[in-house]
């Protein structure tokens, strides 16, 4: 499994659950911004839950059981393929193969349904890429980073290309 892959599906799928509808159409405004920049910040102060500039574990691990709970509509504590794929089709681009493949990665026993256990230790391997400096905390920056690599690779590839 290549890991740069594995970490982009993680990253969609996070980006479907966190419910931030992407601002459709074209980006606003000049500059070599990405068009989500503005996303990235609100998802970043959404993760950063007491407001200290960093994300540590112990807020992706809450945030992961939030949005969990979030994907898991029917409440019957599991994620089934309908309820990724609803949260995936928020994120125009993310649909079809791409929630196929994301929701492959979650589900890692692949007995299809993603767990809580299974969606959080993802979004703590997602949590040990984006720390890239390994000090246990990720900062704005490093987030910024994460997201934009992640747009980027979303832009250049077709969802077929998987
Ligand atoms: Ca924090
Ligand atoms: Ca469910
Ligand atoms: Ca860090």
């Known amino acids: 499994m290549?890991?740069?892959?594995?970490?982009?599906?993680?990253?969609?799928?996070?980006?479907a659950a966190a419910c931030a509808?992407?601002?459709?159409g074209?980006?606003?405004?000049?500059?070599?911004?990405?068009?989500?920049?503005?996303?990235?910040?609100?998802?970043?102060e959404r993760?950063?839950?007491?407001?200290?500039?960093?994300?540590?574990?112990?807020?992706?691990r809450r945030n992961a059981a939030q949005r969990f709970a979030r994907l898991d509509t029917d409440n019957n504590r599991v994620v089934g393929p309908r309820e990724f794929d609803r949260a995936m089709s928020r994120l125009r681009r993310g649909g079809g193969d791409m929630s196929d493949f994301a929701f492959s990665q979650l589900d890692a026993d692949n007995n299809g349904f993603i767990?809580?256990?299974?969606?959080?230790r993802s979004q703590m391997t997602r949590f040990e890429r984006m720390d890239r400096n390994n000090d246990q905390v990720v900062t704005r920056y490093e987030f910024a980073q994460h997201m934009q690599q992640t747009m980027d690779r979303m832009q250049n590839r077709a969802p077929g290309a998987y």
């Open 2 to 15: 290549n890991t740069s892959k594995l970490v982009l599906a993680l990253s969609i799928a996070a980006l």
């Open 21 to 24: 509808p992407l601002p459709p």
């Open 26 to 44: 074209p980006g606003p405004g000049p500059g070599p911004a990405p068009r989500a920049a503005g996303n990235v910040d609100q998802l970043f």
């Open 47 to 60: 993760m950063d839950t007491d407001n200290n500039g960093v994300v540590t574990r112990d807020e992706q």
């Open 115 to 120: 767990t809580l256990i299974e969606y959080e």
